[in-house]
Structures are given as C-alpha cells and as structure tokens.
C-alpha cells in the first residue's frame, strides 16, 4: 500500500437491478459492481483488475432501493487526483451507477460511525391507475391520501422510541431504539414526497413507516392509532411493509469539519 490519504466517494443507482448494497455471493450488489470497477481503475493503464480497494458505506440499502448520495470511504492503494477516481471509475461502472463527487478525508473519517443522521425520501404516485415510465421509481397508490392526517400521524413518530413494530425480523441493529427526527409529507401534483431524517433506521423501518401512514392516508385507520402501534412493540401491530418502489437513500449528515457534500444534482428532479 501507498502513503495515500483515506477518499470519500459519492455515489448515485438505481436499486431496481441489484440485491441491495451489501455484497454477496452472487455478485449482484451495488458495493460488488462498484468494487469490481474501482480493481480495474486502479489496475496497471486501467485494464488488468489491480488490489481492490474495499468500501465502507454510509447506510446499507436493500434491494429495490435507491440511493442519490451513498457516501462510502476507502483507503486507496493508488495515488491519483480526485476527479480521475469519478471519471475513471465512471467509466467501469453500468449506467445505472456513478460516482458523483471524490475528495480527500481525515484518516479517522467513518462513512457509517462518522454520520450523525440518515435521510430518506419515499416518491408515491396517487392514481387511479398504475405507474408506467416511473415504475420502479415510485410507490403507487390508487386512493386518494388524506395530507392532513397523515401528518398529524408522523408527528407522532417524532423522537426518541422503541421502533419495534417497524423493525424487520432479520434487523441486526443491536437495539430498536432510534431518534426519528423530521418526518416533512408534501403533495406536488399526482406526487406525494415523504422525507426522514433520523439518526440511524431498522431494516425496513422507512418502508414500515410508510405502510402505517398511507393506511391513515387512505381513511383505513386514524392518525392515533400509529401511536398505539408504537406503543406496541410489536411487528404484528403495524400495517404491511410497503413496496421498495419509490425509496431513495438521500444520504447521511457529517459535521461541517468533514465538508461532505449534502446533496447532488440528481436531487434536483425529484418532484
């Protein structure tokens, strides 16, 4: 290994073709694609797969899922300017990945334990009929939704609570304690936007989350009662964990000393 400083690296997919992030035997994962393309970039003249340097991720996302601002660090074997590592790397990587953004960190920098919160955004379309040039990138539902209560019901949410009835059976978090800290519901059109911000999230906890609000959305069940399935504990108590469809990892929040970028242009879209 080089005298190289520790990077962080941006990065932007669509989750509709891979098995989360989090790599796996089968090869089809986003931190797979992406450490595959990073081994060629830092290979001899960008050809031979060279030491694959391994990434470190922000949040881990599942299958399905979206991400605009995945920040990952690495610990380079090379030493090349930052933005050859977007531009070269870019140019191993499908279509539906790309690097964003490449800067130079303090080599105690942690893409995971360094981040103080976590963003999400869930994209619903309200139609009578389903999707069909976004399918795969919003949600979908055929009911109108009720804004008004499904605010008064995320407000609810709101602080530090045992998310235990939002939590998937398989989470590996060592306690379902979370701090939910802004749930902002806004309607642009036919779009309904549903941002989160917490400190860190259970596995499935946004998609959780969201089968409880459209359930009250829809009139099916009244804003009080997502505290009563808070209150709870219990996965059984909530509504149906809602489809990935729609999901986008926003990305974490760093303190100002690391001077991460907080957002990309690709944000820019998204209604």
Not at 43 to 50: A, C, I, V
Not at 55 to 79: E, K, N
Not at 188 to 202: C, H, K
Request: one cysteine or more; charged letters at 15%; glycine letters at 8%.
């Amino acid at each position: 290994m080089t005298d190289t400083p520790r990077l962080a690296l941006g990065v932007s997919y669509r989750g509709g073709a891979y098995q989360g992030w989090q790599s796996q035997p089968g090869g089809r994962t986003v931190q797979d694609v992406l450490e595959a393309a990073l081994a060629v970039f830092v290979g001899p003249l960008g050809r031979d797969p060279g030491p694959a340097p391994r990434t470190v991720c922000a949040g881990r996302t599942d299958a399905g899922v979206h991400a605009l601002q995945q920040v990952v660090h690495i610990d380079p074997p090379v030493l090349r300017d930052p933005f050859s590592w977007v531009r070269g790397t870019n140019a191993f990587l499908p279509p539906d990945i790309a690097l964003q953004w490449c800067q130079p960190v303090a080599p105690h920098f942690h893409a995971r334990n360094s981040a103080r919160a976590r963003r999400y955004r869930f994209l619903v379309l309200q139609s009578p009929v389903r999707p069909a040039i976004e399918s795969g990138l919003c949600g979908w539902v055929f009911r109108p939704l009720d804004g008004a209560a499904m605010r008064a019901a995320a407000a609810l949410l709101l602080g530090e609570h045992d998310f235990t009835s939002f939590r998937a059976a398989g989470c590996q978090s060592p306690t379902p304690v979370k701090t939910l800290q802004r749930i902002d519901i806004v309607q642009r059109g036919a779009y309904w936007r549903f941002d989160f911000e917490a400190n860190a999230f259970l596995h499935h906890m946004v998609r959780n989350l969201m089968g409880c609000l459209l359930a009250v959305g829809q009139g099916r069940q009244p804003p009080g009662w997502v505290a009563d399935v808070l209150a709870a504990r219990s996965r059984d108590s909530a509504a149906p964990t809602f489809p990935p469809d729609g999901l986008y990892f926003l990305g974490p929040v760093y303190d100002p000393e690391h001077a991460i970028p907080s957002q990309v242009p690709a944000q820019d879209w998204l209604p």
